[in-house]
């Protein structure tokens, strides 16, 4: 009898879980449920209107999140300018000890660029990236344990396209991975879902920049078993994809633990904007 | 002019729930904290909907928890709907605790959140891995999930506080 009526209780508080509405609720759980399991099954139309429809509704999050961020990223980027103007001297000691003979090194670049392209025409390869980059401003910077992407400003309308390759400055920092109509978001390459193509050099190994959820280093996936990589070898985009322009820097070969990681060149805490390849 | 001053405190008060809710929804915080080399992250919106919803349920609306998980999964990238889902599981639970518990206590709700919380943390690792290509670290769910447990004591005796201003508030008027 008791076993009967404690399983009555639990059938009754369940219920009323489930579907008493409350003095100021609208809506009963149930029925929010099952509105969120219809609007989950909507993921899988990727085309059409509802993707319109989603299109838009992310534009309108992404500004009304940018606006409630707003003086939380100004403080931050008060926070990183004021130790950059703590770090300035020692910076500044260390330029000024180094023998950098900046004109011979541009016109040694200059030399190797000419000669790349003369050997590329011989062999009649044919350059199928864009070289032309779109400056963006960042419109959200979510870095949590779970994402590390970067919203911009530039979307379908302004010729944004899934894939491209995303720099900060001269350095790689991570491919668009979802197109709105007035913003994209940019899966950086500390992202565990971050793989690309990369090559070593000047050992010359290809392998895959694999992102796990560290900003600063990335692992290095499909390395051959035996391999002679050096500590600060740089690590250059392979463009083996077909997808993300070749050579573009992304860091350099450290050594952690006896394993080998990639030290990103670009710090991407402190990114207010960035160039996109058209 | 005093008299505005006064309704917009009471507005806040009224509406800190639902206010935090949205501030966290929009802007994804999670209070990424590095000690001893471990990474340590809470989920405020776990324990914000589950506290009002166990204690106070009249104060935050189901409605708008279900916008919150809409907005969440924008700020994330995750498939939309999925926090949602999982919100609402939260709301169920703590519902269904609300009308087996004759006499609120502060113990008893902290270990019910963790139990809740594992709940819906699997159910959101399970859709994740059974239904969308999400790469997601089961790890980091969990330590998310155990630093929330652990801050839960602290965050109920905060909004216990903050409830208990906005009823003087009111009483006052």
Partial sequence: MSTESSRDDFIIAIRSAFLKKGNRQKFSLFTLLVISILVLSLEYFKTGPIDQFRSFTKDVIFRGSYVVSSPFKYVKDKYYLYQDHMNMYEEFSILRDKDLDLDSLKKEVDYYKSENAFLKKLIEERDIFSTNYMLTKILLDKQSPYLKSIIINKGQKNGVKLGSAVKDRLYYIGKVVNVNFLSSRVLLASDLNSKIPIIIEPSGINAILSGYGNDQYAELEYLPKINEIKENEIVYTSGSDGIIPASIPVGKIVFKEDKKYVNFFSNFNQLNYVQVNK | ?173
Wanted: one cysteine or more.
């Fill in chain 2, 1 to 173: 002019m005093a008299k505005g001053n006064i309704k917009f405190y009471q507005f806040l008060l009224n509406g800190f729930p639902i206010i935090l809710l949205f501030f966290f929804a929009l802007t994804g915080y999670s209070s990424p904290l590095q000690v001893f080399k471990i990474n340590i992250t809470f989920n405020f919106i776990h324990l914000i909907v589950f506290y009002w919803v166990l204690r106070k349920p009249d104060m935050l609306g189901y409605g708008l928890i279900f916008f919150a998980g809409i907005i969440n999964d924008v700020v994330q990238n995750l498939p939309i709907g999925i926090s949602s889902i999982n919100y609402l599981l939260l709301c169920v639970i703590a519902s269904f605790f609300r009308t087996r518990t004759l006499v609120p206590n502060l113990i008893y709700d902290w270990v019910l959140f963790l139990v809740a919380i594992l709940i819906v943390s699997s159910i959101h690792f399970t859709l994740l891995s059974a239904f969308f290509d999400g790469n997601i670290k089961y790890g980091t769910l969990m330590s998310t999930a155990f630093f929330s447990f652990l801050v839960y004591p602290l965050v109920a005796k905060i909004f216990n506080q903050i409830y208990l201003l906005g009823l003087r508030q009111e009483n006052v008027e």
